[in-house]
């Protein structure tokens, strides 16, 4: 398809297990974002990606959090010792260009829902 | 620190009626806003979006309102189909920095 994937779209694991979740962003699309999104909570950002690079990282919460992006395209998200606090929607989304205005929209994938028991 | 907010959780219109969504935000460094729409077990959709230098954006039925001064931003939606009934969030960016800012959400129920 032609949109943002986010892949497992359900995920169920034990406290103190170590998790990844996978984002493809849209075809040429420079800038990634993923987002972490509580129940009754907007989005929240995590880390924003420019090519490989993580740009800014300033929204993960702790060093138990980490992403990878090797060659600008597909992301990954991973997840150290999770806790029952890290259960969410985690949300991915692309944009063309980083920069303000037109084609800087980001488009969304439809999540993963992480359940820490 | 919720920088953006969105007061009214709920929000219930009558088919063909206007929808008014509200959002108000605390950080007068945000200088673009967006609207997006969200259905259950989908992501977010971009919606509409405004730059800080305008006051109004419009796009079919969707129209944005921008009130710097009162730091408020507005959505309307006219006329409201049943299509339209989704979750709504309203979302901001500072001049530097790629973070958007989103606010927690409107329900939107248009009813037929």
């Known amino acids: 398809g032609a949109g943002v994937s986010q892949t497992p779209s359900n995920k169920v694991t034990e406290k103190g297990k170590y998790v990844e979740l996978r984002c493809d962003p849209i075809s040429g699309h420079t800038a990634l974002y993923w987002y972490r999104q509580s129940l009754g909570q907007g989005p929240e950002f995590l880390i924003y990606?420019?090519?490989?690079?993580?740009?800014?990282d300033s929204g993960l919460p702790n060093d138990r959090f980490f992403a990878v992006r090797p060659e600008g395209s597909v992301s990954t998200l991973k997840i150290q010792r999770t806790e029952r606090g890290d259960s969410a929607v985690y949300l991915c989304?692309?944009?063309?260009?980083?920069?303000?205005?037109?084609?800087?929209?980001?488009?969304f994938g439809p999540g993963t829902r992480l359940t820490v028991l | 620190d919720q920088q953006v907010k969105q007061n009214s959780p709920s929000l219930s219109v009558q088919e063909g009626r206007i929808s008014i969504l509200n959002c108000d935000y605390t950080n007068s460094m945000f200088d673009y806003f967006l609207w997006y729409k969200k259905y259950p077990a989908e992501g977010p959709t971009f919606l509409i979006s405004?730059?800080?230098?305008?006051d109004k954006n419009e796009d079919g039925r969707f129209t944005v309102f921008l009130n710097k001064s009162a730091k408020h931003l507005s959505l309307h939606i006219v006329p409201s189909q049943p299509g339209d009934s989704a979750v709504y969030f309203c979302?901001?960016?500072?001049?530097?920095?790629?973070?958007?800012?989103f606010g927690t959400g409107t329900s939107l129920t248009v009813i037929p």
């Open positions: 979302a901001a960016k500072k001049d530097t920095g790629n973070q958007f800012y």
């Open positions: 405004i730059s800080s230098i305008k």
């Open positions: 989304a692309s944009s063309l260009t980083s920069s303000p205005g037109q084609g800087n929209e980001q488009f």
């Open positions: 990606f420019q090519g490989t690079g993580a740009a800014d």
